[in-house]
Antibody, heavy 123, light 108 residues
Framework: QLQLQESGPGLVKPSETLSLTCTVS??????????WGWVRQFPGKGLEWVGS???????YYNPSLESRVTISADTSKNQFSLRLNSVTAADTAVYYC???????????????WGQGTLVTVSS | EVVLTQSPGTLSLSPGERATLSCRAS???????LAWYQQKPGQAPRFLIS???IRATGVPDRISGSGSGTDFTLTISRVEPEDFAVYYC?????????FGQGTKVEIK
């Protein structure tokens, strides 16, 4: 059974970089049938696509975040990671990693989700 | 980007009643690429439906999706106690993928 687990600091200072890693077990991220992505949920409960990555290294970013976000993958560790630069309080959210159920639509339905990790941006 | 508006905001029902949740898009969703999720407190969203009407593995058949273009519906034919939760729609036919604000199904 596919499992995903987010890890990383729960507190980040304003203007610094948020870094999270998603470790995948029960399946390989080096598959041709899926993207692997990040979705965040704000304290008011709204959801927002952050971005995703294909096993080949191809990435998709939400245009609203594109200038600040980088998603990468380490296939040897079966992990993919998120970096978000120049964070502000508006980036405070629960960050989820997930398996995207499509190999050709990078922001398609997320079919498997990690449990999520709360990242708070505060000094 | 496509804005999804879900209604009602809250649906108060008794177990056994029918639930009808609406998701309306600001423009036509390409290929009817519309998904639904269920979220319970403290949990990640659970994937229910893709392509507007295709149930995910393990989703009971009392939960169904329908619609096309700009109007989509999630129906729970007879609400069970485990169905009380928040439901979100997501479109992925137009980039960037976007989510609705959610409908809460609560016990009456």
């Amino acid at each position: 059974q596919l499992q995903l687990q987010e890890s990383g600091p729960g507190l980040v200072k304003p203007s610094e970089t948020l870094s999270l890693t998603c470790t995948v077990s029960g399946g390989s991220i080096s598959i041709t049938s899926a993207y692997w992505g990040w979705v965040r949920q704000f304290p008011g409960k709204g959801l927002e696509w952050v971005g995703s990555i294909y096993y080949s290294g191809s990435t998709y970013y939400n245009p609203s975040l594109e200038s600040r976000v980088t998603i990468s993958a380490d296939t040897s560790k079966n992990q993919f990671s998120l970096r978000l630069n120049s964070v502000t309080a508006a980036d405070t959210a629960v960050y989820y990693c997930g398996r995207v159920g499509s190999s050709f639509v990078p922001s398609a339905a997320v079919t498997s989700w990690g449990q999520g990790t709360l990242v708070t941006v505060s000094s | 980007e496509v804005v999804l508006t879900q209604s009602p905001g809250t649906l108060s029902l008794s177990p056994g009643e029918r639930a009808t949740l609406s998701c309306r898009a600001s423009q036509s969703v390409s290929n009817n690429y519309l998904a639904w999720y269920q979220q319970k407190p403290g949990q990640a969203p659970r994937f229910l439906i893709s392509g507007a009407s295709i149930r995910a593995t393990g989703v009971p058949d009392r939960i169904s999706g329908s619609g096309s273009g700009t109007d989509f519906t999630l129906t729970i034919s007879r609400v069970e106690p485990e169905d009380f939760a928040v439901y979100y729609c997501q479109q992925y036919g137009n980039s960037p993928g976007t989510f609705g604000q959610g409908t809460k199904v609560e016990i009456k």
